[in-house]
């Protein structure tokens, strides 16, 4: 089913897998030359109610799209509510210090399985070595299992740790509060498992949420890849693509 066009909506869009097709290493995607001036359009039809809500650090969303708009990282650790406000940042909790020291110890670290610090957070991407990803999640496991303050995150080719009571439905119902959002038909848009909270939370509002790709969703409807997200982002406004 194509997904349905509200009257009044706020997009919520992750970034990887569902902007851009997910790469090799994360500094490798390729953003479309379309998509700024998409992104661009769609502020202007929507009165500036569209987020990227992302994995990613919110100044590396910047970096990529050079368009200002309100973001969402870190999966929620980070908040812009509008272009140009200041990023709230959530202090990290203690225990980031100590997992970030046992995972420079990891004997499995290298050929192929990189540690990305953000910070408030840390990742972990195998997506050079796919080969390893039971490796790597039981790695994550076992180092955080005495780290209660810390919350196991999976993704596509990626884990993550961070603070627990963060993520992606959190910062939509955080969004929905401010202007322009308020008052707004939320739609949230997402390929990977920690989409599925922000899905969940824009339906609780009377939204719903788009699955990208395959695989089990609470989504109320679905697109096959990066492509027809664009094309449906280009079109359901009435926005040439």
Do not use: C, N, Q
């Amino acid at each position: 089913m194509i997904p349905p066009v509200p009257a009044t909506p706020a997009l919520f869009l992750d970034f990887d897998g569902t902007l851009v097709d997910i790469a090799d290493r994360p500094d490798g995607i390729h953003v479309a030359p379309s998509l700024p001036g998409l992104i661009e359009r769609l502020l202007a039809a929507t009165g500036g109610a569209v987020a990227v809500v992302t994995g990613r650090k919110v100044e590396d969303i910047d970096g990529f799209l050079k368009v200002p708009v309100a973001a969402a990282g870190m999966h929620g650790l980070e908040i812009r509510p509008a272009p140009g406000a200041a990023i709230e940042t959530a202090p990290p909790p203690p225990e980031i210090a100590v997992l970030r020291g046992r995972i420079l110890g990891w004997p499995i670290l290298g050929g192929g399985v990189t540690m990305e610090d953000k910070g408030a957070g840390l990742a972990v991407h195998y997506r050079a070595a796919p080969d390893m990803e039971a490796a790597v999640k039981a790695a994550m496991h076992e180092t955080i299992a005495d780290l209660p303050a810390l919350h196991f995150i999976p993704g596509k080719m990626v884990v993550e740790a961070k603070g627990k009571g963060f993520d992606k439905g959190a910062a939509v119902r955080t969004f929905m509060t401010h202007a322009p959002f308020v008052g707004r038909t939320p739609i949230f848009i997402g390929d990977d498992v920690t989409d599925e909270d922000g899905m969940r939370a824009a339906t609780a509002l009377g939204g719903f949420g788009i699955k990208v790709g395959e695989g089990d969703t609470d989504a109320a409807y679905r697109l096959p890849d990066v492509p027809s997200v664009h094309d449906w982002l280009s079109t359901f406004l009435g926005i040439p693509a």
